[in-house]
Every structure is written in C-alpha cells, then in structure tokens.
C-alpha cells in the first residue's frame, strides 16, 4: 500500500486488495473487509449489499492508511479498537491485551462449576489482571447477581475495564488497581480466575505476529513465566473461602508446573482443560482451608 490511492475504487475493487495482506495476515480477506467497513463505518453485510459503490477520496485514504497499518502487522483488534469476548464488543488498546477467544474456555469452566445454583444465588468473585476487563464482564452478563472484581495493576488496562464495564453497563463489576490481590479487601471468596502473564521473558514468540504489539507487562513473567502464578496462588489462599476455586490460563506446556505449585500450596481436586484447539492452558484447584 505504498502507493497512495488518490483515485477512490469501488467497495469490490477494494475488497480484492485483500491479496496485499496475504503475506502477512492468514485472515486476509476477512481483515481487509473488517477494514473497509471500519472506514465507511458500517457493518460488513454493507460490503455485500453494495459491491459497486464508490468510496469517497476522504474514505479510501482511511482505508488505505488502515491497510498500511495492518501491512506493518499491526493486529486488526487495535487498528478497529475493538474486539468481540463472550459476544460482547470490547473496547481494547495497546495498554494490555487484546482478549483470545481460547480465554473463553475460562468462563465456561468457571459457571459450569456453579451450574447447581439457584438462579439468584450470590457468588463473589475475583478476576486478576482483567485487561480488557474480559472475563469478569463475560461473567457478570451470564450472572447479574455476582458481585465481581476485576483487577489490574496498570492504570490504563483498569481505565479500559471501566470503559467497557460501563458501555456493557455490568453493574455488577468493580474495577480496582491492584498489584494482584494485594488492594483487593475481600474474603470468602468463591472463585478466582487469572489470565496473567506466563510467558518467559526471552520467548522468540514475543518477536513474531499481533504479539510484537502488546505491552510485554501483560505477557511475560519471571521465573520462566511462572512467577506470577506462583504469587496467584500464594496470595488466593488467604481470601478463598473453603472450598472456593481458582482457575488460571497458562501456556500450553506449563500445565504440570502449574499443577504442582496448586499441588504445593494443598489445593486439591487440581485439573486441567484443554482449549478449543486441545492444548492444555488452563489449570485449576479448591481451596480446602
Ligand atoms: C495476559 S493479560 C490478560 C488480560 C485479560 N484477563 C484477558 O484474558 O484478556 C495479563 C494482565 O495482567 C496484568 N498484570 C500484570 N502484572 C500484574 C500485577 N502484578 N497485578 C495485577 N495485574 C497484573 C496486565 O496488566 C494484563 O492486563
């Protein structure tokens, strides 16, 4: 896209520009539609509807700076500002990360572990390092009655939570800055789940892909990424009632580790679930003080 269009193409032309993405996106196609509609702010379904319609000058140079922006592999979730979790529309920006869908897993993990509750039964909750603010939002519009906290320790993830907290209008979270759960006043708590970071510092994956353009603060952690967790697991204990859960992702060959810290600090009934793409990522144990 080093040559600026002037000249506006049809919504069609454009979308066969999706070839220009192909050396580095395997969602090409889908990216450069996702672009397009985002210039003409509209909806892809437009796209379909309206094939031969001219974009003005002033949209085709959006378009072609988003394309650009996509063609220095920038991931398509920060160039939109916004990323689906739970069919819930996210705002996200590069102060953490942007949410996956294998995080997914979690939330289905975590209510199918109260699927035996009454339907107001309260439950308190706790969602460290909340980003986005995914998890516990895709919780709290499955459970209103939830009381849900979601931690971060960087102001500008905490400020993204709030945001897509109040556009979701879950009344029900609570956005704190907390270095884990050092900040967090709470006890008797039922469940605790954590995405934190887990990935060693010097990974080369950190190098490669959407990856390149997340904070690494939300990505990597000591102790062959498993400091964090290690901290997790310590500090849960002292605000998990008996019997209460704590759920973190991990990478997918961290699952033994994992099991043995919960293992190490008498969790019991430690088990791990595989993602949607059968990787073991996310590991589990109660608290049975
Ligand atoms: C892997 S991201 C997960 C974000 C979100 N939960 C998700 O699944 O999309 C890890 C998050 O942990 C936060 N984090 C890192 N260190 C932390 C700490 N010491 N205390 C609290 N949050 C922390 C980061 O800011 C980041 O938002």
């Known amino acids: 896209m080093s040559d600026v269009i002037t000249t506006p193409y049809s919504i069609a032309q454009n979308v066969r520009q999706c070839c220009l993405l192909e050396p580095v996106s395997d969602s090409a196609r889908l990216d450069t539609e996702i672009l397009l509609a985002h210039a003409l702010e509209k909806n892809r379904t437009y796209l379909y509807t309206w094939p031969e319609k ?11 700076q988003l394309m650009q922006r996509r063609l220095n592999g920038e991931p398509i979730a920060y160039i ?8 819930l529309a996210l705002f996200v920006n590069e102060s953490t990360l942007i949410p996956r869908p294998d995080t997914e897993v979690m939330v289905e993990t975590a209510l199918s572990l109260f699927v035996d509750d009454e339907p107001e039964k309260q439950r308190s909750v706790v969602d460290l390092g909340t980003g986005t603010g995914a998890i516990a939002l895709a919780l709290a ?9 979601a931690a971060d320790n960087s102001v500008a993830a905490c400020e993204l939570a709030k945001k897509n907290q109040q556009r979701h209008q879950l009344h029900n979270v609570t956005v704190l800055c907390s270095d884990w759960l050092v900040a967090v006043d709470v006890a008797d708590v039922d ?3 954590s995405n934190p970071p ?4 010097n990974d080369p994956h950190l ?71 059968g990787q073991s990522r996310m590991t589990m144990g109660q608290w049975i003080a």
């Not at 001219?54 to 072609?64: D, P, R, Y």
């Not at 519009?141 to 009381?147: A, F, L, T, V």
């Open 198 to 201: 887990y990935i060693h510092e």
């Open 80 to 87: 939109v500002g916004e990323k689906e979790f739970w069919s």
């Open 207 to 277: 190098f490669q892909g959407d990856v390149r353009f997340e904070p690494h603060s939300a990505l990597t952690a000591k102790n062959n990424g498993l400091a964090d967790i290690e901290t997790i697991v310590l500090q849960a204990k002292h605000v998990l009632r008996p019997s209460g859960w704590l759920l973190i992702e991990h990478g997918y060959q961290q699952s033994a580790e994992v099991k043995e810290i919960l293992q190490k600090n008498q969790y019991t009934l430690c088990r791990t679930i595989n993602d949607m793409a």
């Open 54 to 64: 001219l974009l003005t000058v002033e949209q085709q140079t959006i378009f072609n």
């Open 141 to 149: 519009s499955e459970k209103p009655c939830w009381d849900i906290i």
């Open 191 to 193: 469940l605790i789940v």
